[in-house]
């Protein structure tokens, strides 16, 4: 099963002592379908068969942070 996971963020100051940090995150970044296992009775319709994914749809994250 493969997965990528993705981060990308800034981080600036505004002065001496506060800043701000820009985060985006990003989980199954290029939306990789997880198929289920095949069907392994003998003898039903479904054996063999792929009939469903593994529910891990892309998520994203963004955030901001100030620090003082």
Request: proline share 4%; net charge negative.
């Amino acid at each position: 099963m493969t997965n990528f996971d993705l981060s990308v963020f800034k981080a600036e100051r505004i002065k001496e002592k506060f800043g701000v940090e820009l985060r985006a995150d990003f989980f199954n970044a290029f939306n990789h379908p997880h198929f289920a296992d095949p069907g392994t009775t003998l003898g039903y319709a479904d054996f063999g068969r792929i009939s469903s994914t593994i529910l891990t749809p892309r998520e994203m994250e963004v955030s901001m942070r100030f620090t003082f």
